[in-house]
């Protein structure tokens, strides 16, 4: 009967009703966003690369190694002797190993040498390997796959020819023109740093080097591509290595080993410890991103009180008639906080509809174009304590009208006829 009662109350006042479930539900959904993307943002980041499970770069600290192997950021002060590499590729314990080879650019994205064995070997997010939008892996000397950022920006296709600078500044003079690149392939969105780069062969890198010292090309030095195809394009060194065990008990023993070397001094990180560390440091700004949703969550609530008590003195006719009709005082105050109750809970459910439609509808928008891997979810444990306590924060501003509402029905001179 008071559920009934409540919801009559509400039809009859459509139009402040409304506002005030859309003012609660875009709120909610903020709130609940932008936790949905904290959540998501922090798993996609722990998983920039999944299934690694070890990297390892010359001697060099944890962060370091890390963002300029993976989020190719900073430089790395040495290199990784090609010997080196492939007597730890060849170690009974590794099942397989990607190389890195870091250095050059392509104006302002960074150029990575390395393998096909990074289409076969790489993960990221929940183990999903690397597929092509367009093209296919590395096919030739001078072939260069392109991250979905970099195709995108620049508006590359499959069979178009580029040029790759010597160094990772914006602009360069030091151009490598006389062995142009040629795109074979286009890789699908990642939400991963993979995005931005450009990958091509660690041959085609040593290649566009040839007739080169210290970054800089030597007078009557220089070769053609096809010179360059009848040379011996091994490479001499790697900036980084993604390695993969065939068990991962021996994950700890590899590592401590790697690190204890004195003959080539070599950092070997755990690509999760380190992931983990490093988010505490850029955390701190999607915590103060919650708290602006926060409140808000707060400005929404205020404004449905506010609502709610102006609603209060307009309704003493309304008041008056329940006390007639035999409401106590106590029931009309419990009244007002069903309505509110509600109301409250009408917002959280629309909010929660117009949260997960709006992520669906951005889902590719946010991986093209920021590299936000987003996607709808069920609600998780901390958003449905959000969604409580959205309701709980409701229930108390409806507290104040039901007392006042308390106040004017015991005031009330109506003489109950009946």
């Not at 459910?349 to 439609?357: D, E, F, P, T």
Request: contains cysteine; proline residues 4%.
């Amino acid at each position: 009967m008071l559920i009934r009662l409540a919801w009559n109350s509400l039809r009859s006042r459509r139009a402040t009703v409304l506002l005030t479930l859309f003012t609660i539900a875009l709120s909610t959904a903020l709130l609940l966003g932008v936790q949905q993307v904290r959540e998501q943002s922090r798993q996609n980041f722990m998983a920039t690369v999944s299934g690694t499970d070890l990297i390892v770069g010359a001697r060099a600290g944890p962060v370091q190694l890390l963002l300029y192997s993976l989020f190719h950021i900073g430089s790395a002060t040495s290199n990784i002797s090609w010997t080196g590499y492939q007597a730890l590729a060849e170690d009974d314990r590794v099942a397989w190993t990607i190389p890195l080879s870091l250095g050059d650019s392509h104006r302002g994205y960074r150029v990575v040498g390395t393998r096909n064995l990074i289409f076969e070997h790489y993960r990221y997010g929940d183990d999903r390997a690397l597929s092509f939008a367009q093209g296919e892996p590395l096919n030739d000397l001078f072939a260069v796959v392109l991250g979905a950022k970099v195709a995108r920006q620049l508006g590359y296709q499959p069979g178009d020819e580029l040029v790759i600078a010597h160094g990772t500044g914006n602009t360069s003079f030091m151009q490598h023109k006389q062995m142009p690149f040629t795109v074979s392939g286009i890789l699908a969105p990642t939400g991963t740093p993979l995005d931005r780069t450009l990958l091509v062969s660690l041959e085609g890198l040593e290649a566009v080097h040839l007739g080169w010292r210290a970054g800089v090309p030597l007078p009557g030095l220089q070769v053609s591509a096809e010179q360059a195809r009848q040379r011996d394009l091994a490479p001499r060194q790697v900036t980084a290595v993604l390695v993969g065990l065939k068990s991962r008990l021996q994950t700890f023993h590899l590592q401590r080993e790697l690190n204890n070397r004195r003959d080539a001094p070599l950092t070997a990180l755990l690509p999760g410890v380190v992931l983990q560390e490093l988010w505490q440091v850029i955390g701190v700004a999607e915590r103060a991103l919650l708290v602006v949703s926060a409140a808000a969550l707060l400005i929404g609530i205020a404004g449905m009180l506010a609502l709610m008590l102006a609603a209060v003195a307009q309704r003493q006719h309304e008041v008056a008639v329940l006390r007639a009709l035999g409401c106590s005082p106590l029931r009309i105050a419990g009244l007002l906080m069903l309505e509110s109750l509600l109301l409250t809970l009408g917002g959280v459910i629309l909010g929660l509809i117009v949260l997960q439609a709006g992520l669906a509808a951005a889902q590719t928008p946010l991986l093209e174009h920021f590299g936000l891997l987003i996607q709808p979810a069920l609600p998780s444990s901390e958003q449905l304590f959000l969604c409580g306590l959205i309701l709980t924060l409701g229930l108390l501003a409806g507290l104040l009208p039901s007392l006042q509402a308390w106040r004017l029905a015991t005031a009330s001179r109506l003489i109950r006829r009946y």
